[in-house]
């Protein structure tokens, strides 16, 4: 229901009042910002935004409704969802539902009618902060003593919560939007921390058959699956938290078995060499980063980002090389191992939603593998 007022309330005493446009009820989390135009329904089923409630700096939300093909996972994950207008009736020919009914169907609380762009001056002046979304306006106290209570993300394992119970096959590629398509040859093992599906499609287009396995699973279980490559998948919530994957990829790079790390895996890779990580003060969020090569011809890429932790690069051990750096802060962008096959990077190159500049690191990984 639009008509239904709601909160937005902060653990710092502030609260905000809007409109309702999704499920009824309370949400807690993380409020981060997202600068992208475009890709709402690819964040909200993101499993890196688990516990943690978005807001939206673009204006005019909802314009292409939704559908079943833009979710990146099975369900969302993002706790809630802030923005400045919703709008109720979509134009797209891709559009199977609006999207305040897709918001509702999925149990997302959501609220409307916010200056977001106010809000998220204030969270770049004083960084990410429990927030609650609430439809229980009468008590807006309430609403701020469990934005209060909200524990923050740092030592937070929300891999396990995210990842997959059993090992499964993926066979879906991009469809009509392929660039490319290779026969399936290579063997890809894929960790799911929270992967993504567009990260998998676009395995599969560049020939890769990919066996997706939990988080916990050992190295000895993957090495008898026998891979040309394991790849370490995004996720949410604190790497140094996830010291399983940390053990399972220092065996991988004693076997010398190629990898590649996005996000999370990125971070769990430079963990796993002995890096350090550190929590931003409120992330990257957002379709228009730029980055840029370090060595060769240093090349400029507009990429996708999503993240609120980071490697520090002075903590990188002499076995790594840094790769890219982000052009807004000049923060760690991509480490390459100089004896082992394994690299990573800290955006997101399968995009969706965000451009397709640095795709071309799938094709690296598929080189190491051959």
């Given at each position: 229901?639009?008509?239904?007022?709601?909160?937005?309330?902060?653990?710092d005493?502030?609260?905000f009042?809007?409109l309702s446009v999704?499920a009824t009820?309370?949400?807690?989390?993380?409020?981060?910002f997202?600068?992208?135009?475009t890709?709402?329904?690819e964040?909200?089923?993101?499993p890196?935004y688990?516990?943690?409630?978005?807001?939206?700096?673009?204006?005019?939300?909802?314009?292409t409704g939704c559908?079943i093909e833009?979710?990146?996972?099975?369900?969302?994950?993002?706790?809630?969802?802030?923005?400045r207008n919703c709008?109720?009736?979509?134009?797209?020919y891709?559009?199977e539902?609006?999207?305040?009914?897709?918001?509702?169907k999925?149990?997302?609380?959501?609220i409307?009618g916010i200056?977001?762009?106010?809000?998220t001056?204030?969270?770049?002046e004083?960084g990410?902060?429990?927030?609650?979304?609430?439809?229980n306006?009468e008590k807006p106290?309430?609403?701020?003593?469990?934005?209060?209570?909200?524990?923050?993300?740092?030592g937070?394992?929300l891999?396990?919560?995210?990842?997959?119970?059993?090992?499964?096959?993926?066979?879906e590629?991009?469809?009509?939007?392929?660039?490319?398509?290779?026969p399936?040859?290579?063997?890809?093992?894929?960790y799911?921390?929270?992967v993504?599906?567009?990260?998998l499609?676009?395995?599969?287009?560049?020939g890769?058959?990919?066996?997706?396995?939990?988080a916990?699973?050992?190295?000895?279980?993957?090495?008898?699956?026998?891979?040309?490559?394991?790849?370490?998948?995004n996720?949410p919530?604190?790497?140094?938290?996830?010291d399983?994957?940390?053990?399972?990829?220092?065996?991988?790079?004693?076997?010398?078995?190629?990898?590649?790390?996005i996000c999370?895996?990125?971070?769990i890779?430079?963990l796993?060499?002995?890096?350090?990580t550190?929590?931003?003060?409120?992330?990257?969020?957002g379709?228009?980063?730029p980055?840029v090569?370090?060595?060769?011809?240093k090349?400029v890429?507009?990429?996708s980002?999503?993240?609120g932790?980071?490697?520090?690069e002075?903590?990188?051990?002499n076995?790594l090389e840094?790769?890219h750096?982000?052009?807004?802060?000049n923060s760690l962008?991509?480490?390459?191992?100089?004896t082992?096959?394994?690299?990573?990077f800290?955006?997101?190159p399968e995009?969706s939603?965000?451009p397709?500049?640095?795709?071309?690191?799938?094709?690296?990984?598929v080189k190491?593998?051959k």
């Amino acid at each position: 229901m639009i008509n239904k007022s709601a909160i937005l309330a902060l653990a710092d005493g502030t609260v905000f009042e809007g409109l309702s446009v999704g499920a009824t009820g309370d949400s807690v989390g993380e409020l981060v910002f997202n600068t992208s135009m475009t890709g709402y329904q690819e964040m909200l089923t993101d499993p890196s935004y688990a516990r943690q409630i978005i807001t939206l700096t673009t204006a005019h939300v909802g314009n292409t409704g939704c559908n079943i093909e833009d979710m990146e996972s099975t369900k969302v994950w993002a706790a809630g969802l802030v923005i400045r207008n919703c709008t109720v009736i979509p134009s797209n020919y891709r559009a199977e539902q609006s999207f305040p009914d897709w918001l509702s169907k999925n149990g997302v609380v959501a609220i409307s009618g916010i200056d977001t762009r106010a809000l998220t001056l204030k969270l770049r002046e004083k960084g990410a902060i429990g927030a609650c979304i609430s439809t229980n306006v009468e008590k807006p106290e309430i609403a701020v003593a469990k934005a209060q209570s909200f524990a923050g993300l740092q030592g937070a394992d929300l891999a396990l919560e995210v990842t997959r119970q059993t090992t499964e096959r993926w066979h879906e590629g991009q469809g009509e939007w392929s660039l490319s398509k290779q026969p399936q040859q290579l063997h890809v093992v894929a960790y799911d921390f929270g992967v993504k599906h567009n990260i998998l499609r676009i395995l599969h287009d560049k020939g890769c058959h990919i066996t997706i396995v939990p988080a916990k699973t050992s190295a000895e279980e993957v090495l008898a699956m026998n891979p040309n490559g394991v790849f370490l998948s995004n996720g949410p919530g604190d790497p140094q938290a996830c010291d399983y994957a940390i053990k399972a990829t220092q065996v991988f790079l004693d076997n010398n078995i190629p990898l590649f790390g996005i996000c999370l895996g990125f971070q769990i890779l430079a963990l796993a060499c002995g890096g350090v990580t550190k929590k931003m003060k409120f992330g990257h969020h957002g379709s228009n980063h730029p980055v840029v090569e370090t060595t060769g011809k240093k090349r400029v890429f507009i990429t996708s980002q999503n993240h609120g932790f980071a490697v520090d690069e002075d903590s990188l051990p002499n076995c790594l090389e840094v790769t890219h750096r982000s052009l807004f802060d000049n923060s760690l962008q991509g480490i390459r191992h100089k004896t082992k096959p394994a690299f990573g990077f800290q955006g997101h190159p399968e995009a969706s939603p965000g451009p397709h500049d640095i795709d071309i690191l799938f094709n690296e990984f598929v080189k190491l593998m051959k």
